[in-house]
């Protein structure tokens, strides 16, 4: 540090022999005065320099969901110079939100999916098409075998669902084996997304009846845009435009709770939805469970009259499972969500505090996409904090010659 400063003020009395040439002001005060620049830009670059080896730091991302882009987008905000990679199969985001109207509507579909590669461009990221198999404290092994090393880790990959439409499964696109599975080995890809939507869409239109299960959000949304579609078809087929086609609009909605939405909207906001659904032709079913029973769409509803209903095409709303297979057991709670603290951090010892994980596939801000955004500078936040005390563990063990117990400080998190 001595010859360093040395030869700062070696360099200072050079500049300041210049300026007093050009000013005419006292040397001394010039020599002062370039000094403390130059000693404040040292700190500075030496402070920036300590944190921002791109080969000692790295973050990797695990999904490419809206917590998934929210941490990388946040990240990079804070760090210019740390390595993000997102291991992501699929060549797109998508507006899950949007994804019950896209299957009718091309144009929504249009819009409700985005390039990765023009965000991990804009952000700097390195997107790898593939899926994580095994996540460990410092490491993750991809679908393909090989091993990303890593300083911290995000996992932000969303839950599963069995409705088609939706799309949350990435798994379903190659578990399908029909025209529209067009997926390349290394990831999934809009258009196969495209016809997947359209598929499903016309699936669901063409069929005479359709049983829609679960009157949340979704199902209500579903069962509204799906009757209206099946009602501007039949007036297209009574003008003599669509002739050819047999448009049926029995679409029933079964729900287990005493009105609809009960978990989003009160009883007066509720009983609007109920009325509007009604009116265009909706029948709708409360305070039922119902089992698909048979692969010919048999429905049984579990109330003591055992009542049957037959449904060409039966939809699933309700209910989303954990895709944490990856994941470490004892990172999990019984039900198989990872479990997370306060600051999004993984709870569990060999975590090390460099694993952290918001959106549905944690305990912690689940089924909130407008909370994941609000919080996600605080993920950003913590996975900074992390990987600068990380790369500050890691360097002193180096220069102790790789002694275990390098510092006795603690990681301070938000």
């Given at each position: 540090?001595?010859?360093?400063?040395?030869?700062?003020?070696?360099?200072?009395?050079?500049r300041a022999e210049h300026l007093r040439s050009i000013t005419g002001a006292?040397?001394?005060?010039s020599v002062v005065a370039v000094s403390i620049l130059l000693c404040l830009?040292?700190?500075?670059?030496?402070?920036?320099?300590?944190?921002?080896?791109?080969?000692?730091?790295?973050?990797?991302?695990?999904?490419?969901?809206?917590?998934?882009?929210?941490?990388?987008?946040?990240?990079?905000?804070?760090?210019?110079?740390?390595?993000?990679?997102?291991?992501?199969?699929?060549?797109?985001?998508?507006?899950?939100?949007?994804?019950?109207?896209?299957?009718?509507?091309?144009?929504?579909?249009?819009?409700?999916?985005?390039?990765?590669?023009?965000?991990?461009?804009?952000?700097?990221?390195?997107?790898?098409?593939?899926?994580?198999?095994?996540?460990?404290?410092?490491?993750?092994?991809?679908?393909?075998?090989?091993?990303?090393?890593?300083?911290?880790?995000?996992?932000?990959?969303?839950?599963?669902?069995?409705?088609?439409?939706?799309?949350?499964?990435?798994?379903?696109?190659?578990?399908?084996?029909?025209?529209?599975?067009?997926?390349?080995?290394?990831?999934?890809?809009?258009?196969?997304?495209?016809?997947?939507?359209?598929s499903e869409g016309d699936k669901l239109v063409k069929s005479p009846s359709?049983?829609?299960?679960?009157?949340?959000?979704?199902?209500?949304?579903?069962?509204?845009?799906?009757?209206?579609?099946?009602?501007?078809?039949?007036?297209?087929?009574?003008?003599?435009?669509?002739?050819?086609?047999?448009?049926?609009?029995?679409?029933?909605?079964?729900?287990?709770?005493?009105?609809?939405?009960?978990?989003?909207?009160?009883?007066?906001?509720?009983?609007?939805?109920?009325?509007?659904?009604?009116?265009?032709?909706?029948?709708?079913?409360?305070?039922?469970?119902?089992?698909?029973?048979?692969?010919?769409?048999?429905?049984?509803?579990?109330?003591?009259?055992?009542?049957?209903?037959?449904?060409?095409?039966?939809?699933?709303?309700?209910?989303?499972?954990?895709?944490?297979?990856?994941?470490?057991?004892?990172?999990?709670?019984?039900?198989?969500?990872?479990?997370?603290?306060?600051?999004?951090?993984?709870?569990?010892?060999?975590?090390?505090?460099?694993?952290?994980?918001?959106?549905?596939?944690?305990?912690?801000?689940?089924?909130?996409?407008?909370?994941?955004?609000?919080?996600?500078?605080?993920?950003?936040?913590?996975?900074?904090?992390?990987?600068?005390?990380?790369?500050?563990?890691?360097?002193?063990?180096?220069?102790?010659?790789?002694?275990?117990?390098?510092?006795?400080?603690?990681?301070?998190?938000?």
């Amino acid at each position: 540090m001595t010859a360093q400063m040395n030869i700062l003020l070696v360099s200072a009395l050079d500049r300041a022999e210049h300026l007093r040439s050009i000013t005419g002001a006292p040397i001394l005060l010039s020599v002062v005065a370039v000094s403390i620049l130059l000693c404040l830009d040292y700190r500075r670059r030496s402070m920036s320099n300590r944190y921002n080896n791109d080969e000692e730091r790295t973050c990797l991302v695990i999904g490419g969901g809206l917590a998934g882009l929210a941490a990388c987008s946040n990240l990079r905000s804070l760090d210019k110079r740390v390595k993000i990679i997102l291991v992501e199969p699929k060549e797109y985001f998508e507006c899950i939100w949007s994804s019950y109207r896209s299957i009718f509507d091309e144009k929504t579909a249009d819009r409700s999916l985005f390039d990765l590669e023009a965000f991990c461009k804009a952000y700097r990221v390195q997107h790898v098409k593939q899926k994580v198999s095994k996540l460990k404290a410092t490491s993750a092994v991809l679908g393909n075998g090989e091993n990303i090393e890593f300083n911290v880790a995000f996992v932000g990959v969303g839950a599963e669902t069995s409705c088609q439409s939706l799309g949350l499964n990435s798994n379903s696109l190659k578990q399908q084996k029909t025209d529209w599975a067009a997926v390349k080995d290394d990831g999934y890809t809009m258009m196969a997304r495209k016809a997947q939507m359209k598929s499903e869409g016309d699936k669901l239109v063409k069929s005479p009846s359709v049983v829609i299960i679960g009157g949340g959000i979704v199902g209500c949304e579903l069962a509204g845009d799906l009757v209206n579609v099946k009602k501007n078809l039949q007036k297209q087929q009574q003008q003599g435009k669509n002739a050819n086609s047999l448009i049926n609009s029995n679409v029933t909605l079964i729900h287990s709770g005493p009105y609809l939405c009960n978990r989003e909207l009160g009883p007066k906001a509720s009983q609007m939805v109920h009325s509007d659904l009604e009116k265009a032709g909706v029948k709708i079913i409360l305070n039922e469970r119902a089992n698909i029973v048979s692969e010919k769409k048999i429905v049984q509803l579990q109330s003591s009259e055992r009542t049957t209903l037959d449904a060409d095409e039966v939809v699933m709303t309700v209910g989303v499972s954990p895709a944490n297979s990856f994941m470490d057991r004892s990172w999990l709670d019984e039900k198989g969500w990872i479990q997370v603290d306060d600051s999004f951090c993984v709870v569990g010892i060999s975590a090390a505090g460099r694993i952290f994980a918001a959106g549905d596939c944690c305990t912690l801000l689940p089924n909130s996409g407008s909370q994941v955004l609000h919080n996600a500078h605080i993920f950003a936040r913590n996975l900074y904090l992390a990987l600068n005390y990380h790369s500050k563990q890691q360097q002193q063990q180096q220069r102790e010659n790789g002694r275990t117990n390098a510092s006795s400080s603690s990681m301070k998190l938000w």
